[in-house]
């Protein structure tokens, strides 16, 4: 038996009991001859003393003494020992098993460990090393402290998770990881099949066609915690592959499904903070999350809603809004309330002069044309461009922001995408400079009512506002509506101000589906070659249905206000999608090339390309 305790068990209690513990030495001292070590394992850490003077007679203490002065950092040693108190003084209150040490009797050494690239011990962010170092000796970094417990956390909600849909009667189905493609926005990672040369597998965005024959299947309440893939562009904090919490109901309606999240995300709370999430969450249609927030991924932890003001400024003299509204643009104005001016944590995040100029720089540095500001003052609103404002515009404007003496407003104006995004972006920053959030309070709210349809900015092609399988709000398409127009049943989950989960009613209707991909410009030949065998699983009485998924990475790094979702991810790649660790994506060998006749296919492609150019 390597050990009878781990190295966070021991307490006063064990005092005077013989115990082994075995893991890691990760610090060591010597005092004069007695020597101290920190043994540490996934637990905790426990004080080891060897102490010459202290041991029995007839040890072996000459060759005790040799191995435990040989031991470098990080080695792997098992002990005997009695457990005692510390030398008074000497408590540790921070470690839980601070109060007591295990004073050896004999060591063995398990392994011994090479020069450490960094330090594994206990210390704060700044003095971390880069993260390609700790990416590419990942298994060292994950004995940190920090790392150990956001993977126990990561468990700890996946396992409630489990335990949660295991208890309302939900069945966990693996679905394929080689697939056919399952669009949900993103480029695939395709598969070469060696046994049929030329063809392709590609692995799954998310089980969502899966899923929805799982219902077709009769399965009724499905989930999965499903490993997805997306080769998307880099974009900040991404991963190629992620874990969603995957679930798919028969017979349920958007209520439904998000009522079952709810309690979900409840149990959840319970078996991690003790306590009780308030249920149900705030909802906030799609329209008005982009016009009282100015995203569709509201963060509504503090209110600074954003007003239009663009129809009462209108009769303004004030050229700069009156370009903008002349070219079509609107005017957003934000209410920051005096008690948020004058009650701000520090001084310094209170909102005087200096820092509005400040803030005017910050919109400009962000792409806004500019930013203006009026306060409420005795004598009405005061600002160095009120002289441009008719009074009762003016008045419109206090009554419209209800606004109270010594609030400021702050003016965003511009091309309506634009000055929506901004003021969402300004709405935010406000937040975050007079530390209106913090980092334990978490408000999750569903936007529902999303659009069926978006068009592409650069290419004006339409496309799915989530994916095609989207049921339209009215259960149909009648055609010769807006595509903008129209709702669907769908909605996202968001907490903190981040899109933590999405999902909607589906159509179960194979005309209809039929219809959806027409609307988003694909021929029949197209939609028979890509969902053929979907529409035909619809084609057998599909029942209605409905689901969701919760991606756990973002869900797990924002309860632990991490910087990044790699920090919840055992094995993550970097940004580039790169796993330093083991240095794939790795080249492979010709002759592996050519038995998926990988090599052939792309000669046959360059023949093809040169047979066009030569014509
Ligand atoms: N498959 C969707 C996604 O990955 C979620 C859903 O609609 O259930 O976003």
Redesign the pocket.
Known sequence: MYRTHDCGALRAEHIREHVKVAGWVRFSRDHGGVLFFDLADSYGSTQLVFDPDAMTDGADVQTLARTLNSLGRESVIAVSGIVRERVPGTADSRNPTGQVEVLIESAVLLNTSKPMPFEVADQKNSLLPGEDLRLRYRYLDLRRVQMMQNLKFRHKLISSARRFFDSEGFIEVETPMLTRS?P?GARDFIVPSRTIPGRFYALP????LY?QMLMVGGMDKYYQIAR?FRDEDSRADRQPEFT?I???MSFVNEKEVQTTVERLLAQVWRTIYGTELQIPFARVPFKDAISRYGTDAPDIRFDLEIVDVTSAVAPASYEVFKKIIGKGGIVLCINLKSPLLSSSPSESSSLGRKEVDRLIEWAKGEGMSGLTWMRLSQEGLSSNIVKYFPLEVRDTLVELMGAELGDLLLFIGGPRAQATKAAGALRVKLAKDLGLVNGKDHRFVWVVDCPLFTKDAVSGRLEPF??P??MPSNGRLDGGEEPATIGGL?YDLVLDGCEI????I?IHDPELQREVFRRLGMTDGEIERKFGFFLEALGYGAPPHG???LGVDRLASILLGCDSIRDVIAFPKNKRFQSLLDDSPAEVEESKLSELQLLSLAEGEDETRARKTRR
């Open positions: 399952t949900e965005q998310s089980p969502q899923k997805c969603q995957d679930l798919e989530h994916h399988f989207v769908s989960g999405s999902g909607s589906r689901g969701i998924a």
